[in-house]
């Protein structure tokens, strides 16, 4: 975990001496007048017109291939072009949902997913009367999956995806995924499709990291993997045997906030969704020649170290919109191609199965943001 300080402003008292009375009260007008000028500084708020502050919008990100588009804001001049400044401040995967819900202690905003967010949601807003929210969605994953080194395992594709005797089969191997994860929940669709009870399956509760290792080794026959874990894989000559995608399954990642935070700065995370917007335009339209500033930070921050190659295969496995109409068309609306809609429906199904809830999860309502955050 990184850690980081945050720069602190000390302001030194005056000290005034002598005996003239009209001196010190002079002296006295002078320092409560000034007073009342700091004061009124600091605490008024700018133009009505714009309502942005100029306190840096802190936001959480992990140091992943698609989160970190969000660095190029700076050499691209967003701060200015939409008027609000942004503090980027990096944080293992798992700890940003925690750090949202330190009510702006830590970082204001940060990156989460549906799927996690779902998951965690009655817990982290329980007896709160400040809830966390899922506030608007910025791309799709589909990298999930499940890597493998044993040649026996075999490979489910769209053409034998719905053949129970070949699902079967996969499951009959030693598996490993994170309980409550992702990954854990892509088995279970496939034992849906296969007619194989959950309970049955030979599954090892470990993390994504130490299941690779695990599966290349052989004390697994198959492992969950995110992105980072696949590119791993195919360089060590394993085999990715399971996607999400071939499952039709996805998962929209976002901007989670305190409803507090969302409602003293909107205009500045609206800012923040049209910075993102304009980032993953910049990076997806020439990624060998707008990826400088990513992977100066991917290097400094990342255990995977990317090429090109493995940059644009990995990417080929997210969706990134890039307007607020396309996050519209192919997110929100309910029949449409990543709908949030189906992914609530998915993990809330799963979440009855596994018995960690009595009843689904309830939809979070996105904030609807408008078409410029210009000033």
């Known amino acids: 975990m990184r850690y980081w300080t945050k720069s602190s402003l000390t302001f030194g008292r005056g000290q005034f001496t002598g005996d003239n009375p009209i001196l010190r009260l002079c002296c006295l007008f002078v320092l409560i007048f000034s007073s009342l000028i700091v004061s009124g500084c600091s605490s008024a708020p700018q133009d009505p017109a714009n309502p942005h502050t100029t306190t840096p919008l802190k936001v959480g990100i992990s140091p992943y291939q698609d989160i970190a588009m969000i660095v190029n804001v700076k050499n691209l001049g967003l701060e200015k072009k939409y008027g609000t400044d942004i503090e980027l401040i990096t944080l293992p995967w798992e700890d940003i949902l925690p750090a949202v819900a330190s009510k702006g202690e830590t970082v204001d905003v940060g990156f989460g997913s549906l799927a996690e967010y779902l998951q965690k949601v009655e817990n982290l807003n329980k007896n709160s009367d400040d809830p966390v929210l899922f506030v608007y969605p910025n791309y799709v994953f589909k990298g999930c999956g499940f890597v493998c080194f044993n040649p026996a395992v075999p490979e489910i594709t769209p053409a034998n995806v719905n053949d129970p005797a070949t699902l079967r089969k996969f499951l009959s191997f030693k598996l490993g995924a994170q309980k409550n994860s992702q990954n854990d929940m892509l088995l279970i669709l496939l034992a849906h499709k296969a007619g194989v009870p959950y309970s049955q399956l030979h599954i090892t509760d470990i993390t994504i990291n130490d299941g690779l290792l695990a599966a290349e080794q052989g004390s697994l026959d198959a492992a969950a993997a995110g992105l980072t874990q696949r590119t791993e894989a195919l360089k060590r000559h394993g085999r990715v045997v399971l996607t999400m995608e071939t499952l039709g399954a996805a998962d ?52 995977t170290k990317y090429t090109i190659a493995e940059f644009k295969r990995a990417l080929t496995q997210e969706y990134f919109p890039t307007t607020l109409e396309e996050v519209q068309e192919n997110i929100l609306a309910p029949n449409s191609k990543y709908s949030v809609a189906r992914e609530r429906k998915q993990v809330g199904d799963y979440l009855v199965d596994i018995g960690a809830v009595k009843a689904p999860p309830q939809m979070p309502k996105m904030t609807l943001f408008e078409p410029t955050a210009q000033p």
Do not use: P
């Open 252 to 303: 929209v990642d976002g901007f989670v906030c305190k409803e507090s935070i969302l409602k003293r700065r909107r205009q500045d995370i609206q800012s923040l969704v049209h910075m993102w917007l304009d980032c993953s335009k910049y990076v997806t339209s020439d990624i060998e020649h707008h990826t400088g500033a990513e992977f100066a930070y991917l290097s400094k921050n990342a255990a």
